[in-house]
Structures are given as structure tokens and as C-alpha cells.
Nanobody
Framework: VQLQASGGGLVQAGGSLRLSCAAS????????MGWYRQAPGDQRDMLAA???????SYAESVKGRFTISRDNAKTTLYLQMNSLKPDDTAVYYC????????????WGQGTQVTVSS
């Protein structure tokens, strides 16, 4: 599985961005996809996840502001981010977990999101 994240950029506080993550390879083996972020000096934190059945979960820090979704073909993962705050500044990563045989985790290359005050 290969993941390619895009859509990051510079936005003012209160603004919106939509991140995309294009998945390729053995897409049928993916069970869960998610978005994480990592600010300088911090650990990588999970923000949102979506299962193959469409069940979603969110970190408290983004609940109500961010929405995770996926296209019907399950080839593209999205993260709609609204009401952005300077604290949301980080590198954002998409993630996929497959369980065919053994559990494997895949990461995209990361996309920078900078929110100015």
C-alpha cells in the first residue's frame, strides 16, 4: 500500500483546509485509515480514523471541527479541517492499517499545515 498526502498550506486562524490522501496498491487489504499530526518536539498523535464500514472516531482536540471521509472507491481519504487554530500547526500524516495475514501499518509522506494567528 502506498499513500500520498496533499492539501497542506498556510491558512489564517478560523480558516479551513481539506487534506487528501491517495491510496494505491493493495487497497482491498486496508481495514482502517486515519490522519495523524506531529508538531516539532511532540509525538505523533491520532486525529481521526475511519473503518471499512465507515465508522469514524476523533480525538477530542478536533471533534466538531475536523471531518474524516473517504470516496466510494476507497482510493482517497480526506480530512476537512474547519475553524483552524494556531495550535493545529503541524505536519499531517495519513495512515492505513491492513490485517491480511498480519497487521501492517503504512504512512504517507506528510503535508505541512501552518495556521497563523
Amino acid at each position: 500500500v502506498q499513500l500520498q498526502a496533499s492539501g497542506g498550506g498556510l491558512v489564517q486562524a478560523g480558516g479551513s483546509l481539506r487534506l487528501s490522501c491517495a491510496a494505491s496498491g493493495n487497497i482491498a487489504s486496508i481495514n482502517i485509515m486515519g490522519w495523524y499530526r506531529q508538531a516539532p518536539g511532540d509525538q505523533r498523535d491520532m486525529l481521526a480514523a475511519i473503518t471499512n464500514t465507515g465508522r469514524t472516531s476523533y480525538a477530542e482536540s478536533v471533534k466538531g471541527r475536523f471531518t474524516i471521509s473517504r470516496d466510494n472507491a476507497k482510493t482517497t481519504l480526506y480530512l476537512q479541517m474547519n475553524s483552524l487554530k494556531p495550535d493545529d500547526t503541524a505536519v499531517y500524516y495519513c495512515n492505513a492499517i491492513t490485517t491480511a495475514g498480519s497487521i501492517s501499518t503504512y504512512w504517507g509522506q506528510g503535508t505541512q499545515v501552518t495556521v497563523s494567528s
